[in-house]
C-alpha cells in the first residue's frame, strides 16, 4: 500500500513538472507572437511610408 501512494506521489510531482514545462512554453510562444505582431505593424507603417513617397514620383 505505501509502495503504492509513493508511487502515486511520484506520478503526480512528475505530472507537475511537466505541467510547468508547458506552461513556460506556452508564455515564450505569447511573447513571440507579440513580438511578431508588433514587427508586422511597423513593416506595416513602413509600407504605407514607401506607397507615400513612391506616389510622389508617378506621373
Do not use: H, P
Not at 513556460?24 to 511573447?31: D, H, K, P, V, W
Request: aromatic residues 2%; hydrophobic residues 40%; negative net charge.
Amino acid at each position: 500500500m505505501t509502495a503504492s501512494i509513493l508511487e502515486l506521489s511520484e506520478i503526480s510531482q512528475q505530472s507537475a513538472s511537466a505541467s510547468q514545462s508547458v506552461a513556460a512554453s506556452s508564455e515564450e510562444q505569447l511573447a513571440s507572437m507579440e513580438e511578431i505582431t508588433a514587427a508586422a505593424g511597423s513593416l506595416n507603417e513602413m509600407a504605407d511610408k514607401l506607397n507615400k513617397t513612391v506616389e510622389r514620383f508617378k506621373l
